[in-house]
């Protein structure tokens, strides 16, 4: 896989007054994120982050020392290279590796680019956008997509629009 830039958090607001900030997570835990000490290139260091007991987290950053500087960080996507993620076990895939991938039905027959990967609750969902702009949504499942690579995304002939 190539080694773009994966978002694992956003930075949602300052926390408190001495720079602080609330972070909305799209990773699995606290834990999974406080791995990681540098973010955005290297342009954040992580100095300490707990849970705030919504879902989210409390972070501080050794470049923010005021609620002035975090409440300008508010929408911030915050990054790693992929190359820093842990390695995938077979059937096992990260939704940055998905995104911009070319689909194609098992008969060959092209079908758009995914542009999307959702979860509602009963697994991942991918969408994708076919040539003419219209999106159509396959779950991520074997019956609907039957394989994909870092090259292409193949879906069941039945499941494509």
């Known amino acids: 896989m190539q080694d773009k ?26 834990s999974a994120l406080s791995r990681f000490k540098l973010f955005n290139d290297g342009a954040l260091t992580l ?3 707990r849970d705030d007991g919504k879902g989210g987290a409390i ?6 020392a005021d609620r002035t500087a975090a409440e300008r960080l508010r929408g911030t996507l915050l990054t790693v290279p992929r190359s820093a993620l ?3 076990e077979e059937g096992e895939y990260y939704h940055a590796d998905l995104l911009g991938l070319p689909a194609i039905s098992d008969e060959g027959v092209p079908l758009g680019v995914v ?9 991942d969902v991918i969408e994708i ?9 396959v779950p991520m499942n074997e019956a609907a997509v039957p394989e994909w690579s870092e090259a292409r995304l193949v879906v069941a002939a039945g499941f494509a629009e």
């Open 59 to 64: 972070a501080r950053f050794a470049e923010i």
């Open 47 to 49: 100095k300490k982050m």
């Open 129 to 137: 956008e076919k040539p003419d702009g219209k999106k159509f949504m």
């Open 115 to 123: 542009v999307a990967v959702e979860n509602y609750g009963a697994g």
């Open 5 to 30: 830039p994966v978002t694992l958090a956003a930075v949602a607001g300052a926390h408190g007054v001495t720079g602080e900030v609330r972070l909305k997570l799209f990773g699995e835990s606290v």
């Open 86 to 88: 842990p390695p995938l």
